[in-house]
């Protein structure tokens, strides 16, 4: 308890993070003046040149290597910044895009084969482990941006431990693959269609007034491919008449729900169980699916079509809308790199969405050429040069890092290899905002997940200027609290109790080695949790703080460095990447 009092009463200006941040790109330029007055005009100057496609990937400091890591993963000690020094950004990559796949299914079956039961959040707890230990690291940082696009919860009436963790390998296993396949697999997938209710869609029926259940063909196209209005490449609005142009009209949306029904658990009946059907691919019962015809986004599958054909063709007009390139181009940028990005930004990762493949400026080649090819896009949002400018010189420009980020990203930066997640309590749920993290992976509270992608905060300098922080939707003084409690209890090692203290320790033994120097351990902590982002005025704070931290034990030491790791973790450097 002294510790948290001693950080309460030496942080209590920094508890209230978040009132004026923003996210990335470029700032758009104003029209030039084209207003009057006598004489000959000069000539205007010339047109600056276009920025390169993407930044110079050499990382040449350990904060260059603790951002690129801060915004593509989870960060990481200060030794694993120190070798990445003098490497190369897109060789990282084409690493990470190399490694093989942390399977959870597997461990979660396995467990359910050996034992006949599984508990219920079982899918929950290898997915943290994942997150902490998995050396996929990007793998499972993309996994967790991709479902918060395609959204379940697994808290949803009907899901089960081996459905939700087959759900999870299938947003993992498509996260470097192409985007088509991913929306396939998360349509035949039961975890969703327990989540959108499309389980057992049945055809219409003219005498009973049944008509299919539309969840899945609203949400499909609102939320998870082309949104609700037209969009130019950069992710703007196209405008008729001064007016957005709608994408759907509730015809689409009744004619499409005719092409998600007949869908049930694979098995030799629409209405049954089998065996491990809720973790493999739902089946096409032809006779529970409409035969009459779909007409939908200017399209019109013929009466009598077989569902499984009926999906496929469905699936490949909704991927071939215009609409898909920017509109996730935009929400995977904000999951990475930018709440607020750029047209521009938008625009060139479209365009390596659309073309399936993104050149880096040492003349590396992501992607297959494939239309929706993800490697590519994804290369193109984190190795994009709006992103890798110098940070601060772009008002504008930064992630506001979420509650799950953050905690996570402090497990990577001291090292907590392997914990034992099962036996943590407190990862049990970490979406309560007044005792967690006000979210918790793979949980939101609805299909919209935690936040809007276009959310404007009200009341911050990011609202009045504009600019879209869908993180502030789950910021508030209560929340912060929450997360400032939450943390507290895991840097300083609360958690474990007396029956089991090293489930869950960090390792500060780099920082114990700096405990009596406080600028050297500010200047450390500074590194790898803000790479290098601390403003004078908060690394002042906290050393004056930590300095009034006297040493003369073991445990002095360890306080000094727990106080100034708590405190670095509740600053506005800690909750915005530039």
């Excluded at 190369?88 to 084409?94: G, I, S, V, Y």
């Excluded at 990007?138 to 459905?163: H, K, N, W």
């Excluded at 507290?488 to 090293?502: A, Q, R």
Aim: charged letters at 20%.
């Amino acid at each position: 308890m002294q510790i948290r009092k001693l950080f309460l009463s030496g942080v209590a200006a920094c508890a209230m993070i978040l009132t004026a941040c923003g996210g990335g790109g470029e700032t758009s330029s104003p029209p030039p003046n084209s207003g009057g007055g006598g004489g000959v005009m000069p000539p205007p100057p010339p047109p600056p040149p276009p920025p390169p496609q993407s930044f110079a990937t050499d990382l040449d400091t350990t904060a260059e290597a603790s951002r690129f890591l801060l915004q593509a993963g989870f960060g990481g000690t200060m030794s694993e910044l120190e070798a990445l020094v003098d490497t190369n950004a897109t060789r990282w990559l084409e690493r990470e895009f190399a490694k093989t796949r942390t399977d959870l299914l597997f461990t979660v079956r396995s467990e359910f084969q050996t034992t006949g039961e599984v508990e219920f959040n079982r899918a929950s707890e290898v997915y943290w482990d994942a997150l902490f230990s998995g050396d996929d690291e990007l793998r499972q940082r993309m996994t967790f941006a991709l479902s918060q696009i395609f959204v379940i919860s697994d808290f949803q009436v009907g899901q089960t431990p081996l459905s939700s963790a087959y759900y999870r390998d299938i947003i993992s296993q498509n996260a470097f693959g192409n985007f088509r396949d991913l929306l396939e697999d998360v349509t035949y997938s039961p975890a969703m269609a327990d989540f959108l209710t499309y389980m057992r869609n049945r055809k219409g029926d003219p005498e009973t007034g049944r008509v299919p259940d539309e969840n899945y063909a609203r949400e499909i196209l609102q939320l998870f491919t082309i949104g609700l209005v037209e969009l130019n490449m950069d992710g703007t609005p196209k405008l008729q008449n001064g007016q957005e142009i709608p994408t759907y009209d509730n015809d689409d949306i009744r004619g499409l729900a005719r092409v998600f029904t007949g869908l049930g658990l694979a098995g030799d009946n629409f209405y049954a169980y089998s065996p491990g059907a809720h973790y493999r691919p739902m089946q096409m019962y032809d006779d529970q699916h409409s035969e009459l015809e779909k007409s939908f986004l200017g399209t019109t599958i013929p009466a009598g079509t077989g569902g499984t054909e009926t999906v496929d063709m469905a699936l490949d007009v909704i991927f071939e809308h215009e609409n898909v390139p920017p509109f996730f181009a935009r929400q995977l940028i904000q999951r990475f790199t930018a709440s607020n990005p750029s047209p521009a930004y938008v625009e060139r990762v479209a365009t390596a969405f659309a073309n399936g493949s993104y050149t880096a400026t040492d003349g590396t080649v992501f992607g297959t050429g494939d239309r929706g090819d993800l490697q590519a896009t994804l290369a193109a949002v984190l190795l994009d040069n709006s992103v890798h400018r110098e940070p601060g010189n772009l008002p504008r420009a930064g992630k506001v890092r979420e509650p799950i980020l953050k905690f996570v990203q402090w497990a990577h930066n001291f090292d907590v290899a392997r914990p034992i997640t099962e036996e943590e309590y407190r990862l049990w749920d970490t979406g309560s905002p007044a005792t967690g993290l006000g979210q918790h992976p793979f949980r939101p509270p609805s299909v919209f997940n935690f936040y809007r992608p276009g959310y404007i905060a009200p009341g911050t300098q990011a609202g009045d200027a504009g600019m879209t922080t869908p993180e502030f939707q789950i910021v508030n003084e209560g929340a912060a609290l929450g997360y400032i409690n939450f943390m507290t209890d895991f840097i300083v090692d609360f958690t474990g109790g007396d029956e089991d203290p090293e489930r869950f320790t960090p390792d500060y033994r780099p920082q114990l080695d700096l405990a009596e120097d406080p600028a050297a351990l500010v200047e450390h902590l500074n590194i790898i949790m803000t790479a290098g982002q601390m403003t004078p005025e908060e690394i002042t704070v906290v050393q004056d703080t930590i300095s009034e931290i006297e040493i003369e034990t073991d445990q002095d030491r360890l306080n000094r460095v727990r106080v100034s790791i708590l405190m670095v973790a509740s600053l506005p450097s800690y909750a915005v990447i530039e």
